[in-house]
């Protein structure tokens, strides 16, 4: 892993924050999150302006957010925790805290109030899906595809089963989430009925037969940078991943790709800490930062996720380097939010190991 070095830039960006540098002299800290575009924005937003407020504090990026439950569980057993602060998305926080992998936070004391006073609880409100959970961004899981590649333009999710209309490679993630819930969805089922539907053996059943009439069709992706790469390269023509994925390598790469909002599926992400850190005041500084109503916004210059508080949504404005406006490249924009489907965070924090189990053994038939 390595060190990030203090730049000058991030000294500019850091004037004005007012933030004490709390943390014990060459504290290191390992966060860990999702990589690629993703962490970068978590770089500009929050590591390098914090690390300029705070110069005896070294970041250490680790890119394994992807796996961090089965991580978690096992530096828990060895009894030795490396991580100090881990970014998940909301069902595997709710799975982590109820593990008591995570430590329940007290979102008031530890976090800081909206500019105008409002509690940390009240800002970022019903997005705090679990005692142990930060919430930092609304995002979806969708599809980007290859404008130039397909044979005819996509418009709705479904057109991902057909491969006689659309030929060619798709990019799903490897795990049964999004993947069950659309093949459901392009199976016929009412998308309300949903979860009613996969939470039974049948429904499971039905949602992987669906996924088998593409499967020799699919390459099956575990990090979100792997999608927008195998677009550019033209070895897939259309695949799932993460929406700010995707604006990444259309508006800043200008790649050949175009986004398919139809049936996306809105998921939270944040942080949660470790239970058996070493570093836990130093990691709480670092969260009250982060995690404010400023901070928050700047993330969306860099990567077209919604802020996670109420407070932060008024303050985005435009990309840091390309200058265009961020909120119509949202989730949550209207234009592009029609047809959603909700991520049931509880559904798969109860479901998720159970489910696998069979996904993954259905990847190997």
């Known amino acids: 892993m390595k060190k990030l070095a203090l730049t000058a830039a991030a000294a500019a960006m850091a004037g004005g924050i007012g933030f ?14 999702w990589g690629g575009a993703y962490s970068a924005s978590q770089q500009g937003a929050y590591h390098d302006p ?30 030795n925790v490396t991580w100090d602060l881990v970014d998940v998305v909301a069902a595997d926080a709710i799975r982590l805290c109820d593990e008591g992998l995570a430590k329940v936070i007290d979102h008031d004391k530890v976090l ?8 940390a609880s009240e800002d970022f409100g019903d ?3 679990s005692e142990c959970f930060i919430p930092q961004i609304v995002y979806s899981t969708t599809f980007g595809y290859r404008t130039d590649l397909v044979k005819k333009t996509p418009t709705d999710v479904c057109d991902v089963f057909d491969v006689e209309g ?81 604006f990444s390598v259309i508006e800043e790469e200008k790649q050949p790709i175009a ?57 985005v404005g435009k990309h840091a380097e390309l200058g265009i406006e961020m909120a119509p490249h949202m989730p949550t924009d209207p234009n592009n939010a029609k047809t959603t489907l909700l991520y049931n965070y509880e559904f798969w924090a ?10 993954q053994a259905w990847l190997l038939q």
Request: with cysteine.
């Open 166 to 246: 659309i030929p060619g490679k798709r990019a799903l993630e490897k795990n049964p989430i999004n993947n069950m819930e659309w093949a459901l969805i392009c199976d016929g089922v009412d998308p309300v009925r949903v979860y009613d539907v996969l939470g039974t053996p049948e429904g499971q059943e039905r949602a992987l037969k669906k996924l088998g009439t593409i499967k020799d069709h699919v390459v099956w992706w575990t990090k979100g940078a792997q999608t927008p790469q195998l677009l550019a390269d033209g070895e897939v023509v259309m695949g799932s991943t993460y929406n700010g994925r995707l």
């Open 20 to 33: 004490a540098g709390t943390a014990s002299a060459e504290t290191e800290l390992v966060i860990v999150s």
């Open 50 to 79: 914090y690390m300029a407020a705070n110069p005896d504090v070294k970041i250490v990026n680790d890119d394994s957010a992807n796996e961090a439950v089965a991580k978690l569980r096992a530096m828990n057993e060895a009894g």
């Open 259 to 315: 986004m398919l909002w139809d049936w996306q599926v809105f998921d939270l992400d944040g942080w949660i800490v470790p239970t058996g850190t070493k570093n836990e005041a130093a990691v709480m500084d670092y969260l009250k930062f982060a995690t404010d109503t400023q901070r928050l916004a700047d993330q969306a210059k860099y990567i077209s996720y919604g802020p996670a508080r109420k407070s932060s949504a008024p303050l």
């Open 112 to 119: 800081a109030p909206a500019p105008d006073g409002t509690p």
């Open 127 to 129: 997005l705090i899906v």
């Open 350 to 359: 109860d479901n998720r190991d159970d489910i696998d189990e069979r996904f």
